[in-house]
Antibody
Framework: QIQLVQSGSEVKKPGASVKVSCKASGYMFTTYGINWVRQAPGQGLEWMGRISASSGDTHYAQKLQDRVNMTTDRSTSTVYMELRSLRSDDTAVYYC???????????WGQGTLVTVSS | DIVMTQTPLSSPVALGQPASISCRSSQTLLHSDGNTYLSWLQQRPGQPPRLLIYNVSNRFSGVPDRFSGSGAGTEFTLKISRVEAEDVGVYYCTQATQFPHTFGQGTKLEIK
C-alpha cells in the first residue's frame, strides 16, 4: 500500500534550521511529486512548495522561498524539506503529500511537529 | 494568489441530515487545458488531511458515495447526503489550477 512516513518531532531554537524527511513506498517514486503543507496550532493549511521526484524541479511559496529547500534522494525514495532561520511562527505540523502537478494531495504523511522555542 | 473563501466556517448538523459547504475562488479555476483543479479534503481530529474529491466532482478511492462535489468557474460545493458520526472534522477546499496552491480557511463540521 502507498505510504509516506515522516521523521519525528523536532524542537529547535530561533535562527536554527530543521530538516524533515518523507520516505515513500508502495508506488513508483519518480512518477509523482511531493508537496509540503504546514499547519500551525489550531490553524488551517498552508502550502509550502512542491518537488518533482523525477526531475527535482521545485515550486516554492513566495513567502518561504528564501528559507526553504526541498530535495530528493531517488535511491531511498525519500524527500527532504529544510527550513532555515526558524522563527516562533514556524511552529507547526509539517505534512508531506504525494501528487501530480495538478492533482497534488492524494496521499499524506502522518505529520511532523516542529516546535521553535528559545 | 488565488484566494479561496469557504462558508460557513462552522456547521452543526444532526446525524442522518444533509450538509453543504461552499467554496468560492477569487479567480476562475478553469485551466487552459479544460480541467478545473478544485479538490476537497477532510481532516478528522488529530489526523492528517485526506483527499475526498478532485477535479470538482470525482470521488477519490474509498470515499463513500454520500460525498459529492459540484460547481464550476469560481463557485463550488461539497455535499454530504446523510451525515455520520465519522464525518466530524474540518473540510478544506483547495485549488491546483495555479501556483501557489491555496486552501480555504476550513469548515468545521460538528454533530448537533
Amino acid at each position: 500500500q502507498i505510504q509516506l512516513v515522516q521523521s519525528g518531532s523536532e524542537v529547535k531554537k530561533p535562527g536554527a534550521s530543521v530538516k524533515v524527511s518523507c520516505k515513500a513506498s508502495g508506488y513508483m517514486f519518480t512518477t509523482y511529486g511531493i508537496n509540503w503543507v504546514r499547519q500551525a496550532p489550531g490553524q488551517g493549511l498552508e502550502w509550502m512548495g512542491r518537488i518533482s521526484a523525477s526531475s527535482g524541479d521545485t515550486h516554492y511559496a513566495q513567502k518561504l522561498q528564501d528559507r526553504v529547500n526541498m530535495t530528493t534522494d531517488r535511491s531511498t525514495s525519500t524527500v527532504y524539506m529544510e527550513l532555515r532561520s526558524l522563527r516562533s511562527d514556524d511552529t507547526a505540523v509539517y505534512y508531506c503529500a504525494r501528487g501530480r502537478l495538478r492533482y497534488p494531495f492524494d496521499y499524506w504523511g502522518q505529520g511532523t511537529l516542529v516546535t521553535v522555542s528559545s | 494568489d488565488i484566494v479561496m473563501t469557504q462558508t460557513p466556517l462552522s456547521s452543526p448538523v444532526a446525524l442522518g441530515q444533509p450538509a453543504s459547504i461552499s467554496c468560492r475562488s477569487s479567480q476562475t479555476l478553469l485551466h487552459s487545458d479544460g480541467n478545473t483543479y478544485l479538490s476537497w479534503l477532510q481532516q478528522r481530529p488529530g489526523q492528517p488531511p485526506r483527499l475526498l474529491i478532485y477535479n470538482v466532482s470525482n470521488r477519490f478511492s474509498g470515499v463513500p458515495d454520500r460525498f459529492s462535489g459540484s460547481g464550476a468557474g469560481t463557485e463550488f460545493t461539497l455535499k454530504i447526503s446523510r451525515v455520520e458520526a465519522e464525518d466530524v472534522g474540518v473540510y478544506y477546499c483547495t485549488q491546483a489550477t495555479q501556483f501557489p496552491h491555496t486552501f480555504g480557511q476550513g469548515t468545521k463540521l460538528e454533530i448537533k
